[in-house]
């Protein structure tokens, strides 16, 4: 069982910065792709940043510019570092990875998310 857990949440007022963080525990082979997703009131889940095992990445348009997502793979982790930060960013973050286990199947678990509010 392979497990996400989010931390770096918070209250902050446009124009702040706020850093998430999503550790990866359990039986764990390797990790490809990770990534960041929000989910707003009412809206669906959207992608926000991925990022490969070899260092790709990719953002939302909403997000390019503002926000930068990196990894530690010593760690099992994956970052997101949000500036300039509007209030449309206002969302639960979740953090979401590939995972491949010894046996060489995948599994894709998402983290409990983690509330980011950002206030004009």
């Known amino acids: 069982q392979v497990q996400l857990v989010e931390s770096g949440g918070g209250s902050v007022q446009a124009g702040g910065s706020l850093r998430l963080s999503c550790a990866a525990s359990?039986?764990?082979?390797?990790?490809?792709?990770m990534g960041w997703y929000r989910q707003a009131p009412g809206k669906q889940r959207e992608l926000v940043a991925t990022i490969t095992s070899g260092g790709s990445t990719n953002y939302a348009d909403a997000v390019k510019g503002r926000f930068t997502i990196s990894r530690d793979d010593a760690k099992n982790s994956v970052y997101l570092q949000m500036n300039s930060l509007k209030p449309e960013d206002t969302a639960v973050y979740y953090c979401?990875?590939?995972?491949?286990?010894?046996?060489?199947?995948?599994?894709?678990?998402w983290g409990q998310g983690t509330q980011v509010t950002v206030s004009s």
């Open positions: 979401n990875a590939e995972v491949r286990s010894y046996t060489y199947s995948y599994t894709y678990p």
């Open positions: 359990g039986r764990i082979f390797s990790i490809n792709v």
